[in-house]
């Protein structure tokens, strides 16, 4: 890595991508004060092209040709193959998740041949192949750090990792399913499913191909992240059952609504891992049951540091784009020889 600036790929200019790059446009002196270096956008990509950012282009400037539909504006388009050949330092993939996870298999292999370290936020490589991913990422000491995976802006695998250090994680009971939730919630107002997935798109918490969300995919997706990352498992997606909002009967949201949510839950008995993800009716004192719609959190379970609870009051793309920007710069702080 260079001494002054870390170049970055940013694969997924959506909501996410989009708040990334203003937390580095209204917060980039902050950012460079407290890792050490400056971030630089070298390369952006959307589901239509990538394009080679001009170093002439602002940050600003990256946001207008997204909203123009025209990454085009920001200079000349390349290929993945030289993105991953140009010496840049982090690829950051804040993508929508494909199906099987191949297409970002293929791309973080590659690029973890190459020396270049992995922040991502997305979900489906490590849900489907993380037996795979980590180990290769760690025997050719390439960081893959998947902070913004489940939780969005809510620390889970830096909380547990830098803040419980002595301690082993028994159980983890959460909400980590943010969209599901959101669109349950105003279904229990009489809220028809149709017009709660349209409300949830407008505020950013649902993203156009909405599907992954309302049918458990994506809180199982987290669910495996969860229980491989903690519980030291090797789970892919086929591994484990989910369900979602479909699978929910009506009468049920009528009657027992209040307390209905989809949530995950992970426990070491004896030994064993046991792991559910899905819809299922909490008592009436459950922690869980505290968190407003727009928000996610957990509950971990350990021998030393007892019983934590961690949550936001609320989150969207800016909380996840700031996860993602934490793990940006922890692999900064690394480069400059400063271990977190």
Known sequence: MSSSSLKVAILGMGNVGQNFVRILSE???HIKEAC????EVSFAADSREIVRVDPRRTYYDILSAKKAGDLRILGETVTMDEVLASGIDILIDVSSASKDGNRELQIFRSAIDRGIDIVTANKSPLALHWAELIPYAEERGIRLLHEATVAGGVPVF????????????????????????????MMRSGTS?????????????AETDYTDDTSGLDGARKTVILANALFGKAMSLKDIKYSGIPEVDPDEIKRNGDRLRLFTEISLEKGQVEVSTGFG??????????????ALGYEVTTDNNGILRVSSAHDGPRETASAVMNDVM????EAKGNKV
């Open 27 to 29: 917060s980039g002196n």
């Open 36 to 39: 050490g270096k400056e971030i």
């Open 158 to 185: 830096n909380f547990v990792k830098y803040s419980c250090g002595p301690s082993k994680v028994l159980k983890f009971r959460g909400i980590v399913s943010l969209t599901a939730n959101f669109v349950l919630k």
């Open 193 to 205: 499913f149709g017009d709660a997935v349209k409300k949830a798109q407008e505020i950013g918490v």
């Open 281 to 294: 009716l909490l008592d009436a004192d459950d922690f869980l049951l505290t968190l407003p719609e727009s």
């Open 330 to 333: 922890i692999l900064a702080r």
